[in-house]
């Protein structure tokens, strides 16, 4: 009987694009057929057009075939029996050859999604073959101090959209005496086009359990929460079964590995507010009250989860932990541009026609980016801005593309790094629709605390349907500008005080759409500024 190894991702992209059918069908198509099967359910390599992506283990590696629908099955089977496993060749239409040489992941760098899609997200013996709960024991055997420090030399940035040095907040948190600290782990993930959290909740959950079992170590903290939003649930299934396996197996609980040690770890579901990502307002809502910001100081760091020293940290920055802890701080760092150090999980969405995830060290380009991934836009029509790092970040224009893709470089642009979204528009984009998408999206998602984000939001959608209709068009730029500087020094948090940002790109880089002459005073002024 011939016996079969196959992968088909559990992960959300794929499921909603069948894969649980397709799934089905190979296993009534084996049993018809008298084939032995082993079905893995994987996690997703992230390459979005592709899912789902059926793979079958070879002597020479994993072929793939993608994307597969119901239909396809019976011929991809046949393929596979009288092809593949006897010749190593594919005659199948949606035949890809090896995957580790499909050219989307042979260009990458990843350290932090080396198992994505490779592993079964729930099988602990994956995990620790392809060297999980290593960087756990070497933090077992170490001090706090020197686990922090061994941070502090990777260079790590928060990966949450503000870019903290992660070793510096741990410290602090590790420095503050109190009988009792937590780590929440920040898996809100509120920007558009962003999906990188959820990718390493939903195919590599041990790998973030690890970092934060981790950093409980190097502050003293025993407890920790993923603040996990609820339109995830598919993450939310994996991570509670992930926990239970841990528990279970002795990395969680009250003495972790043997040590002695104790970390619980429990998700906690939000409710769908883009604000609730914002640290603090993620602690009111965790403590069961509204989610508003909280005034800093103090620090979550100095009083944060019920007024205790808190870590926050985004999935990304905790998931970054385990390589850093396994293989040391100083071969994290190597990779990177400046003070941006390591990699970025990139992740391409909006109107593309190879939309995923792409890790890669700060310091290339949007456009390099571009065109080693893309593929161009779904639409055929050429690209005409890119909004980098969620909703509060800058659209940039082609003459922008070459901008290194690191958190200094995009600083001296106006523009943002975050959390490393990247949704690209074609050339049908009106950039004031976009710019008022920007103003309502902050009236949508302001938490009310303070008045210029508040009341400035309202005002500034107004202002531009004046903008658009005519209504006094030169006077209305310059009280939007006027509106966005208020907003930009008034306001509490980086919603009211970022919302700007994408506002001001609009009618700087692309003053077409805001039907401006060239030497308008609005203009004039920002080009100088
Ligand atoms: C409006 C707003 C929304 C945010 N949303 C998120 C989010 O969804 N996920 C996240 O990790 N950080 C988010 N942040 C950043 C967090 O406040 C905080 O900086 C981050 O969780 C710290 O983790 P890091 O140091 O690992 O980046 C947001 C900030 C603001 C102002
Ligand atoms: S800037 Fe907006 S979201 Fe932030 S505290 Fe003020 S009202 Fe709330």
Request: charged share 20%; glycine share 10%.
């Amino acid at each position: 009987m011939m016996n079969i190894k196959m992968f088909i991702p559990r992960e959300s992209t794929a499921l909603s694009l069948g894969a649980h059918d397709v799934a089905r069908a190979v296993s009534d198509y084996s049993t018809q057929h008298k084939t032995e099967l082993n079905l893995i359910r994987n996690g997703s390599r992230g390459m979005f057009w592709l899912e789902p992506m059926v793979e079958v283990e070879t002597s020479k590696g994993r072929f793939a075939y993608g994307p597969v629908d119901v239909s396809d099955v019976p011929s991809i089977m046949e393929d596979i029996t009288t092809n593949l496993l006897s010749k190593h060749t594919q005659e199948h239409r949606l035949a890809l050859g090896l995957t580790e040489e499909l050219a989307y992941l042979k260009k990458q760098t990843r350290l932090t999604f080396a198992r994505a899609g490779i592993t079964d997200p729930l099988s602990l013996n994956d995990y620790l073959a392809l060297d999980g709960f290593s960087g756990l024991h070497k933090a077992l055997a170490a001090t706090s101090q020197e686990i922090v420090s061994t941070v502090v030399d990777s260079g790590l940035r928060g990966r949450g959209g503000a870019a903290f040095p992660t070793g510096i907040k741990w410290q602090t948190v590790h420095d503050a005496p109190s009988d009792k600290k937590y780590i929440v782990c920040n898996a809100d993930e509120g920007d558009s086009g962003t999906f990188a959290d959820r990718l390493v909740m939903e195919c590599d959950p041990f790998m973030l359990i690890e970092g934060m079992i981790i950093a409980g170590l190097a502050v003293g903290a025993d407890e920790g929460y993923i603040y996990l939003r609820s339109e995830y649930p598919v993450a939310d299934e994996i991570l509670q079964e992930a926990i239970v396996i841990a528990t279970k197996e002795g990395y969680l609980g009250n003495d972790i590995c043997g040590s002695g040690r104790t970390f619980n770890l429990e998700v906690r579901l939000g409710a769908e507010a883009y604000i609730c990502g914002e640290e603090t307002s993620l602690l009111e809502s965790m403590e069961g009250k509204r989610g508003v910001v909280r005034f800093k100081p103090p620090l979550p760091a100095i009083e944060g989860f019920f007024g205790k020293p808190t870590v926050v940290n985004n999935v990304l920055s905790l998931s970054a932990i385990p390589y850093i802890l396994s293989q040391g701080g100083q071969a994290y760092q190597q990779y990177g541009a400046n003070r941006s150090r390591g990699t970025l999980p990139f992740q391409l969405a909006g109107n593309v026609k190879q939309g995923g995830l792409i890790e890669l060290p700060f310091g290339s380009t949007l456009q390099s980016l571009l065109d080693d991934f893309s593929g161009g836009t779904q639409s055929a029509r050429p690209i005409r801005a890119i909004q980098v790092g969620g909703p509060l970040g800058a659209y940039l224009p082609t003459s922008k593309f070459d901008i290194p893709l690191d958190y200094e470089e995009f600083t001296n642009a106006s523009a943002v790094l975050g959390h490393g979204g990247i949704v690209i528009f074609d050339d049908t984009v009106d950039m004031l629709e976009q710019a008022r998408f920007s103003m309502e999206f902050c009236v949508d998602e302001s938490c009310g605390k303070c008045t210029p984000c508040r009341i400035g939001s309202t005002r500034g959608v107004e202002v531009i349907d004046r903008i658009k209709y005519d209504d006094s068009r030169a006077e209305n730029m310059i009280l939007l500008s006027d509106l966005c500087e208020t907003m930009i020094n008034g306001s509490l948090c980086a919603m009211g005080s970022m919302t700007p940002i994408p506002v001001i790109s609009a009618y700087k880089d692309f003053p077409e759409d805001f039907h401006l002459p060239s030497n308008n005073a609005v203009l004039e002024e920002t080009n100088h500024g």
